[in-house]
């Protein structure tokens, strides 16, 4: 439960510091700002069945290994990390659904809630989970939100290490 608070709070701060990025003065014509937003530029902000397809392939045992990288940022790192992670949802009976809205973070990225079920029980409080842009106009799990669920899921990974 203390992680899902701090996880909480920080996809919270991360949600307010979007929010006020887009009131922020920054000149239009610097070009800087064009290069470095390459990855945003024409994608589309998915739909929460969109990213619940995304989880539910993600931990399905039949959807080749490549495929699940391809789905988490910074999964590289400990591929075998979505066996572990899906064994343990089986295990505690868990499902995870990401509810509307899919909000963008004006950084290209964004952020919807997750609710948690577990052995049919809907948990009281749902965790934020952020999406970052993937290959070829697709969203991939943000590692942070993907070690938010690594740490309720009691694992450990080295793509979780702190730095």
Known sequence: MTVAAVAIAAALTLAACGSDDSTGASPTTTTATTTTTETADVLELPTADELNALLVKGLDPATPLDEKIAMVQGSEVDPNLFDQVAAAAEQAGAQVEVLDPVI????????????????????PNTLPASFVPGDNGTWKLSQE??????????????????A
């Open 104 to 123: 963008d973070n004006g950084d290209g990225s964004a952020i919807a809630q997750l609710q948690l079920t577990i052995n049919g029980n809907v948990q």
């Open 145 to 162: 939100t993907a070690c938010s669920i690594v740490a309720i899921a009691q694992l450990t990974s080295p793509a979780c290490a702190p």
